[in-house]
């Protein structure tokens, strides 16, 4: 995900939901959902990401929520049949 801008760290934080949110239509798209974690960290949540075969409910990656972001996105692109080509602004 790079460095944190401190300067604008609003400007920061609704880069990463548009990045997250792009991802979610991506995946949704292939029949794919990404999840964040929602409950309090433990040994079994990590507090990240994860992956999941929507038709199946299979865990794809991240069965403990350990994905960051860019983990996550590297896994839905590398499953996606054509993948939805979008930059980071």
Request: charged letters at 20%; a negative charge.
């Amino acid at each position: 995900m790079g460095a944190v801008n401190l300067a604008f760290p609003a400007m920061e934080a609704d880069r990463i939901t548009d990045r997250l949110n792009r991802l979610r239509v991506t995946a949704a798209l292939n029949g794919l959902s990404v999840t964040p974690s929602t409950a309090v960290l433990s040994p079994t949540n990590f507090g990240g990401l994860m992956v999941v075969e929507t038709a199946t409910l299979r865990i794809i990656a991240g069965r403990h929520f350990s994905l960051s972001l860019d983990e996550a996105e590297d896994v839905v692109l590398d499953l996606v049949a054509v993948p939805v080509p979008y930059e980071d602004a």
